[in-house]
Nanobody
Framework: QVQLVESGGGLVQPGGSLKLSCAAS????????LGWFRQAPRKEREFVAA????????YYADSAKGRFTVSRDNAKNMMYLQLNDLKPEDTAVYYC???????????????????WGQGTQVTVSS
């Protein structure tokens, strides 16, 4: 079993920044495909960012490009999402996700991820 725990969410004003963290349990973190998703009230869960095993490949949703940065530290079993220039429409619960059988690639479809964290709330409001 892979367990994921998100942290770092909170309340921030428009234009502000937050850094989200995802701590993972497991013996082979360096081989997990990892991603971030978010879900706003009454909306479907949507893709935000993904990163390959090594961190050498990343992919972002159009809404995240230029503002968000995903990274991972395999030595610490951690993944991060730096959120910059936050907007009210970024308000959502942010989830990290992992899969152990997708190879060293980016995974953008939520149905391709087996393991999910409980989420961390990001609220952007003035």
């Amino acid at each position: 079993q892979v367990q994921l725990v998100e942290s770092g969410g909170g309340l921030v004003q428009p234009g502000g920044s937050l850094k989200l963290s995802c701590a993972a349990s497991g013996r082979n973190f360096s081989t997990y495909a990892l991603g971030w998703f978010r879900q706003a009230p009454r909306k479907e869960r949507e893709f935000v960012a993904a990163i390959s095993w090594s961190g050498g490949a990343t992919y972002y949703a159009d809404s995240a490009k230029g503002r968000f940065t995903v990274s991972r530290d395999n030595a610490k079993n951690m993944m991060y999402l730096q959120l910059n220039d936050l907007k009210p429409e970024d308000t959502a619960v942010y989830y990290c996700a992992a899969d152990t059988s997708r190879g060293n690639t980016v995974v953008v479809r939520p149905t391709f991820y087996k393991y999910w964290g409980q989420g961390t709330q990001v609220t952007v409001s003035s």
